[in-house]
T-cell receptor
Framework: DGGITQSPKYLFRKEGQNVTLSCEQN?????MYWYRQDPGQGLRLIYY???????QKGDIAEGYSVSREKKESFPLTVTSAQKNPTAFYLC??????????????FGDGTRLSIL | DAKTTQPPSMDCAEGRAANLPCNHS???????VYWYRQIHSQGPQYIIH???NNETNEMASLIITEDRKSSTLILPHATLRDTAVYYC????????????????FGPGTSLSVIP
């Protein structure tokens, strides 16, 4: 079945440590996105990518980094510079079209906590 | 980008229709209305979208007012599995292939389906 796979489901980070969240999709989507969700709130965009080897900052990119070496994969690194990383992280992907009406499809998220 | 306003919570009896309202009074002519839902600790699930005509699929119906300033998502026969947070969002349909597909998720409506 086609879909988006995020791993791990739960992740713990020590102070000063970088951690990488995995996101893989087999939907042949061009665009991929990373969002952060805090308790009781909506989603905020961290980074997005519309094509391999290219990505753009979203609204809250500070303290995060990404890469897009393959169409299927868009890993997110939470660096030690991110002072409040505890959150639920969601990866999404979508087709691109000139009319921009393709819905985004989401993975089941990674919950990151600080030790 | 147009903002949306939704009630924070609603209840619905199992088997009855659930009608979830959304106000988007500042919507512009090229913005679509999308609905997603999120079950606890999972990623958002796409439900339906529309521009100005009413839409129906296997999950729900979307009714958009003639002035497009508000819409209603209808779940015709709510079940306990429909208990979730429902998000109404608007997205710009752009003719620029490389334009940024920004999806703004607010806090949504928490729907509780009651036995």
């Amino acid at each position: 079945d086609g879909g988006i796979t995020q791993s791990p489901k739960y992740l713990f980070r020590k102070e000063g440590q970088n951690v990488t969240l995995s996101c893989e999709q087999n939907l042949n989507h061009d665009a991929m996105y990373w969002y952060r969700q805090d308790p009781g709130q909506g989603l905020r965009l961290i980074y997005y990518s519309q094509i391999v080897n290219d990505f753009q900052k979203g609204d809250i990119a500070e303290g995060y980094s990404v890469s897009r070496e393959k169409k299927e994969s868009f890993p997110l690194t939470v660096t030690s510079a991110q002072k409040n990383p505890t959150a639920f992280y969601l990866c999404a992907s979508s087709h691109l079209s000139r009319r921009m009406e393709q819905p985004q499809h989401f993975g089941d998220g990674t919950r990151l906590s600080i030790l | 980008d147009a903002k949306t306003t939704q009630p924070p919570s609603m209840d619905c009896a199992e088997g009855r229709a659930a009608n979830l309202p959304c106000n988007h009074s500042t919507i512009s002519g090229n913005e679509y209305v999308y609905w997603y839902r999120q079950i606890h600790s999972q990623g958002p699930q796409y439900i339906i979208h529309g521009l100005k005509n009413n839409e129906t699929n296997e999950m729900a119906s979307l009714i958009i007012t003639e002035d497009r300033k508000s819409s209603t998502l209808i779940l015709p026969h709510a079940t306990l599995r429909d208990t979730a947070v429902y998000y109404c969002i608007v997205r710009v349909a752009s003719l620029m292939k490389t334009s940024y597909d920004k999806v703004i998720f607010g806090p949504g409506t928490s729907l509780s389906v009651i036995p």
